[in-house]
């Protein structure tokens, strides 16, 4: 799909996903953000710094379209309780 994304276009490329927008949670976020997390308090350099929880936009920021219905959430399981991790062979 490298068609030009428009408000027209959007639903056939939902459909072309196989997405059903009135069954399926889709959601549109925009990533790319930055969001301060340091109170500065009320004196501060206003070129490099931002009050608490401001948002800034970067200049490469994107829209992400999301079905959140079909994101699976199941933790992967091991299914041989006698495999160990690279991380646990002991230096002996």
Known sequence: MSERLTQENLPAM???LGWDPNQDNIVIEIAGTQVSGIDVGDEYNKKWQSPLGTRKY???AFIVIKNLSRTPFTPSKNDDPERKGHHCNDAS
Request: aromatic share 0%; charged share 50%.
């Open 14 to 16: 939902i459909q072309d």
């Open 58 to 60: 970067n200049k490469d």
